[in-house]
Each structure stands twice: as C-alpha cells, then as structure tokens.
C-alpha cells in the first residue's frame, strides 16, 4: 500500500480512506454504485460532512430523493446538515406539469434544461465538493446511451473546469451499462448480500482507480447509526512487529509438561475435541495465567453466555470477574448472526493495536464459521489473522468442537495445519467411568510429550495423570486395556 500520500482528500470513512491508501484524487469524478439500501447517500453525506469540517463548502444534487428526506437520514445518524447546500432538482417546479419539465417525462428539452440547472446552481454555490443523487433519472432522461454518455462527460469536463471533487450515485438499475466504469475516475462498488438468516452482509469494492494503488478484493462494512464503518481486509503482511519470543505457563504443571514447557508468545494453540470435554477450561486456564502474569487478555465467545461462563469457571477455581471489572480482560460476548468476517477481524486489530492485548482465546471456531459464506473462505481468512496475531507477538488460543462423543469424531474444518500447536481431547472408558483423556499432536516450537495422559478437572484446577501405558485406542475414542495404567482417584468437579 502507499504509504506517501500527497495531494489527498478524505471520504469522511477512515476505512475507506485505508483502503484507498490515503483517500481520493481531488478534482476528480467518481462513481459509486449500489443497489437500493446499499448506503449510497449515507457515504455522499459522509463526504460532504467531512469537507464541511475543513471549511469547503459542499453541494449535495439530487434528482430522487427530497430535502426532506435528506434531512431525515442525516438526523438518524445524529448529523446536522445545515452547513450543506442541497439543491433539489424534483421539487415542485420541475414537477409543475404546465411547465413541461417533469423529470418523469424524459425529453431532449427536459434533460438540457436539468443540466442547465445543475450548472448554474454549481456556479452559484461554487462547491469544493459535490454528491449527484442519481443518475439513473439522467439515464432516463437521456433516452438512449449516446446521448447519455454525451451528458455526463459534458458534466464531469464542467466540474473538472470548476476543481470540484465529484461523487456520481447510481442504483444498478442498468446492469449492462459500462459507460460510467470508462468515464469515471474512480470506480466505488457497495453490495448488500441477504443471508438465509441474521442480518444482511454489506461489503465494498474498489473496481477501479486511476493512478492509485488501493487495496483490492472484499471488505466488509456495515450500516448503522452514525454512518457507515469499512473494515479493511487484513493483509498480515502489512504489519510486521518485533518481538521477543518467550515461554509462558499455561497455570497447570501437566499441560506446560505436555506443551514442552508451556505456550510460546507469538504462537496460536487449538483446543480440538468433543462437547464437554473440558476444552474452554483450558483455554479459560491459559488466559488466567496470562492476566496473572499482568497482560491483558481477551476473549471472544461465541458459544457460551456470559453467566454461564463466570459461573463454571469460578466453580473450577478460576475467578475472572475481578480482571474483567477492572479492564484486564475484554470479553465479547458474539452472534455469528449478527457480525461480519471483517467486522470480526477489526476487533481483534482493535484489542491488539489499541488495548494492548497480549492472550487471545476465540470459542470456538465453529460457531465463527457460520459468519463465514464457505469453508474455504475461512480457512483463507484465518490464515491472515493468525499470521497477524503472530506477527504482533500475541498468544492465541483457539477452541475447535468435533462432532461425536466416542467413537468416530469428525470437524466442520480442518484448521490444524494452521495451527503451532495442537492439543487433542477424547472420552474413554475405564472400569465403567467416562474419562478424559489429552495429548499434545504438533508443536512447531518447542519438544512436545509424545504420551498421552488422563485428564481430570475439578475445583482444584486441572490434573494431568500419569502416560496412559497398555492401552491402544484412546485416540478413536475406543481404547482397549492391556496393561496396568493405574487411573487417578475420581474427584468432584464441575460441569466442563
């Protein structure tokens, strides 16, 4: 990305001015494209909102929409327009029918004297900044594409006489035109994606813009009060940090031993395993330790209630509401309904780059999944993430849920290449008990157990018995006996 911006102005979005590298080209004519409810005029009022804080004046044209109802969208986001022009184009005049102007009824005549219009209004005004709100009526009014593309390279030589930065709105209505994509300097794409359940997904694209370097593909944004809020897709690359690699205990003696020590800053974790196995215990156990040590730590739950949560772990001897209460621990509370992959992804940019966050637990995957439209696209954005949580320094714990309580288990994903480390749970059965039992399968930075172990959670803490030596199968969740492995004392302990 551009890091020397010169000569640049700001489209009132931080996101989108990052993913421009900076923001627009002045005097220059962009389009910006949408289907209805796509926030189309929110960005045109963002951008003239914007100049009018640096003292520009700013014209807002529109041939669709009333003052009226300008007004009433920037009142829904708390904005007060005053400071802005607005030149209603389809008031009562050109609606007068004696006067044979009706923007409804296209005609050569009509679409020479609304161009006149815009004109003078433009040269009275003299605006810095200027929105057109629509051209689909233009394209109406024209008739026939000739005369179309005629009237809007008349209009963008007009403003470019007139050193006016140009946003030009347009609703799709015509998916085959391509005159606009050739004249415009820039072309800013918004869609609005409907899902089968939860909200709609907004995402931008940059389609074109001459003579800057943005950054291309998807990004997510939503529509909300206050405006619109872009979130720029994370590029790892982008945000290379030093730091020092070093290892840390997780706050239990037998997973450290498993680990090979414990989790290495800068390194992501999976918690792999069935429901109630006991893997939120321990990530839960790993990001205490870390607010123990005086980090900062955050989790993002998915699964789970608030309630829920601090009432387990408490009963297994973990206390978080202190940290919590005094703001060591952000903990988000997620519907996967609700939030967007890059939505999501700015969070965690958020905590790291802002709240100095150093311990991140995410439970689970599966549930972050179904924010995503495909496995595919998951794996492809959990790689930049981790490869950013990596590059910042920040230790990751991630909780993954398998399907199946004994016997074949199967994942919605496999992330486990992804992953530093791998930690895998499994029930079996011993002496007619349902036990748990854990072992450690990749570490790529330090010399992990190759056993595996009993494990057992209680009010204690968690326990890591003695390597399971004479039996075959605990893996598949089907272990057979064959030896003399002396199972640990049963001890109460809480749901996990």
């Known amino acids: 990305m551009n890091t020397a911006v010169q000569n640049r102005i700001s489209t009132g979005i931080a996101g989108l001015d990052d993913i421009l590298g900076g923001g627009l080209t002045p005097q220059r004519v962009y389009l910006v494209e949408g289907s209805p409810g796509a926030g189309k005029t929110t960005l045109g009022l963002q951008f003239l909102l914007d100049g009018a804080a640096k003292g520009e004046n700013g014209l807002y044209i529109t041939l669709s929409e009333t003052t009226d109802e300008l007004k009433a969208v920037a009142h829904s986001h708390g904005w007060n327009i005053d400071a802005l022009s607005i030149f209603e184009l389809a008031g009562d005049i050109e609606l007068d029918l004696d006067a044979q102007q009706s923007v409804f ?69 015509s998916a085959s035109d391509q005159h606009l994509h050739s004249i415009a300097h820039g072309v800013i794409s918004l869609e609005q994606i409907a899902k089968d359940f939860g909200t709609e997904r907004r995402r931008v694209n940059i389609i074109k813009m001459r003579g800057l370097r943005f950054r291309g593909g998807f990004h997510d944004y939503t529509l909300d009060t206050g405006g619109i809020t872009m979130y720029p897709r994370l590029v790892a690359a982008e945000h290379n940090r030093e730091f020092t690699p070093q290892v840390s205990s997780t706050g239990s003696e037998g997973i450290d031993m498993l680990l090979g020590g414990g989790l290495v800053r800068g390194t992501n974790t999976l918690v792999v395993g069935p429901s109630g196995i006991g893997k939120t215990t321990l990530s839960t156990r790993c990001l205490l330790s870390a607010l123990e040590r005086g980090e900062k730590a955050a989790l ?92 910042q320094g920040v230790t990751t714990v991630m909780v993954l849920g398998q399907h199946g309580m004994i016997g074949e288990v199967r994942s919605d994903v496999d992330l486990s290449y992804l992953s530093d480390s791998t930690m895998l749970l499994r029930f079996f059965e011993s002496n007619g008990r349902l036990r748990r039992a854990i072992t450690v399968l990749k570490s790529r930075t330090t010399e992990h157990a190759q056993t595996i172990h009993e494990l057992q959670l209680g009010p204690d803490g968690i326990r890591v018995g003695a390597p399971l030596e004479g039996f075959e199968g605990v893996l598949t969740g089907l272990p057979s006996y064959r030896g003399t492995t002396p199972m640990m004392p049963n001890v109460p302990h809480a749901d996990s």
Request: glycine share 4%.
């Open 105 to 173: 009824h296209p005609s050569e005549v009509e679409l020479a004297e609304t161009t006149r219009n815009v004109m003078t209004r433009v040269d009275e005004v003299r605006p810095a900044r200027v929105v057109f709100d629509s051209l689909s009526e233009m394209r109406l009014l024209a008739q026939n594409p000739l005369r179309y593309r005629r009237q809007i390279l008349a209009l963008k030589q007009f403003f470019s006489a007139r050193a006016c930065t140009v946003l030009l709105l347009d609703d799709k209505s």
């Open 300 to 391: 993002y739950l998915f699964d789970e209630g608030l309630a829920t949560f601090f009432a387990r772990s408490a009963a297994l001897g973990m206390e978080l509401r202190p940290y919590a209460d005094n703001g060591r621990l952000h903990i988000h509370h997620i519907d996967p309904a609700e939030l967007s992959p890059g939505q999501f992804a700015q969070m965690l940019r958020d905590a790291v780059e802002h709240e100095s966050v150093r311990c991140i637990v995410i439970d689970s995957l599966n549930a972050y999944l179904q924010a995503m439209p495909g496995e595919q696209f998951l794996i492809l954005q959990m790689h930049e993430l981790l490869s950013y949580l990596n590059q």
